[in-house]
């Protein structure tokens, strides 16, 4: 496949060599490189202002982040046979973490596969394709999913909102074998049914699956408060690890219905009840009726997309965790995450710790955790690290 030669400005070739993969439109020498000339999704040869070759890869002159270096070996452009070669080293690395088919396969930047991402839920891929560069290649990105896998259905969930700022429509199709009406998922001794069609983005969230048995101590003999709870990741599994009581959350009533689905199939339904409505609005409702709870956990979703909402995510944040502490017995535990890029670790334990002086509560941290390691983080794209988890212990003042 021919490439076009992308130029960039004087000195803006810094973030490429340390290592990154993106080139901002501001970076682009749009004398040499008339960005509108570009295609989205155009493979190109990036250069330095020197025209000496920094690697190839894809643009679409009509996205911020204009192109993304795919490969620094001019002899393996981005074609079919490179796909397959990251598949099979992403690959590698799960088989070394996991026992089981379930996991995220592909993490996009993190696996040299910029604008991808594929999940394995045993014999069925979820694959979301996020930009004009990927999508060009969607028949080759999942044919070197099958040559490698296997797999009996390859979904492909192209429905994410940032679809949108690449120019592209959102849509959920098949691109191998049948549409299941669920997907089966294993964690920590879990087993799990999740909407394949409709889920929340893949269907679950691979992410937390090290921080859920990092949590499964905290749990036995409990009253558990488990909200965003969406199809009880969380709720499912405290009581699995022996909770006497577990109350899972969420706005979404088939999401609930998939909590007590999944209670079900674990054996645990007694334990479990679930309560329909807005995160805020049932524990202002719970902290009415004086109810309490030994641990509570709180996995929202990002309240920071963008880093202009950082002041009213961060309030979002100390509201949500005062809320939560609220609830709590004395001596409870609180596990609360943050899926933002943009709201660093040391930032949210700050805001929780204000949360919690306002209470005149002091916090003990106990343990931090982040992504599981089926989504790498590359040190030298921040953006490839998100997520935190804090387990705290919440204690009268001291």
Known sequence: MNSTPLSLKKECEGRLKSGHCWVFSNEVDTQKTPLQDLLPGQQVDILTAQDRWLGSGYANPHSLICARLVSRDSRHPLNASLLVHRVKIALSLRERLFPKPYYRLLFGESDGLPGVVADRFGAVVVVQINTAGMERLKEEVVAALD???????????????????????????????????????????????????????????????????????????????????????????????????????????????????????????????????????AMRELRSEQQKFDVVMVDPPAFIKRRKDLREGALAYRRLNLAAMQLLSKDGVLITSSCSHHMAAANLLQ???????????????????????????????????YLKTFYLRVLPTF
């Open 147 to 281: 040559k490698v896998l296997r797999p009996e259905c390859v979904i492909l969930r192209n429905d994410s909102p940032i679809r949108e700022t690449e120019g592209l429509e959102r849509y959920v199709a098949v691109a191998k074998g049948k549409m299941p009406e669920s997907l089966t998922v294993e964690e920590n001794g879990a087993s799990f049914r999740v909407p394949a069609a409709d889920g929340q983005k893949t269907g679950w969230f691979f992410d937390q699956a090290f921080n859920r048995a990092r949590m499964r101590k905290y749990v036995e003999g409990k009253r558990v408060l488990d909200v965003f709870s969406y199809v009880g990741a969380w709720g499912v599994q405290a009581a699995t690890a022996g909770a006497s009581d577990v109350f899972c959350v969420d706005s979404s009533s088939a999401a609930l219905d998939r909590v007590e689905l999944n209670a079900q199939l674990n054996g645990v339904i007694e334990q479990v009840a679930v309560l329909h409505g807005d995160a805020f609005d």
């Open 351 to 385: 805001t929780v710790q204000k949360a919690a002086r306002h209470l005149d509560r002091s916090l003990q941290l106990l343990e931090q955790g982040f992504q599981s390691a089926d989504h790498p983080i590359q040190p030298v794209i921040p953006e490839t690290a």
